[in-house]
């Protein structure tokens, strides 16, 4: 669960994608964990609603430009979860590989 273990967790790179403020490789050591994990579970709720609502707009539209929009939307949050993944828990590891799957069976990715 987020990283913990052996490995050392590279809280630089956290913290860049989920803080509004990314931090410096010299900060960064001093932002406690649990701050990077409410920013990692805010930033990914707001993301996978996203990506949710898009994927029901590209079936129910029949405009060909807003279904391209929305699928490149897609990939693009799809992208940012594929970063995030190493910082991610296990139920939201889950969720990325779900909607990697939505992306897959419709022939998006």
């Not at 403020?21 to 964990?33: D, G, L």
């Not at 897609?74 to 991610?88: I, S, T, V």
Request: net charge positive.
């Amino acid at each position: 669960m987020f990283g913990f273990g052996k490995k050392k967790i590279d809280k630089a790179a956290w913290g860049a994608l989920v803080l509004a403020f990314p931090p410096t490789p010299e900060s960064a050591e001093q932002i406690p964990i649990e701050k990077l994990r409410r920013a990692t579970e805010h930033v990914f709720v707001q993301k996978v609603r996203i990506f949710m609502e898009s994927v029901e707009i590209i079936r129910r539209t029949k405009n060909e430009d807003t279904r391209q929009g929305r699928i490149d939307l897609c990939r693009k949050h799809y992208g940012y979860f594929l970063e995030l993944k190493p910082f991610a828990t296990p139920e939201r590891q889950a969720t990325i590989r779900k909607c990697g799957k939505i992306l897959a069976q419709n022939g998006w990715l």
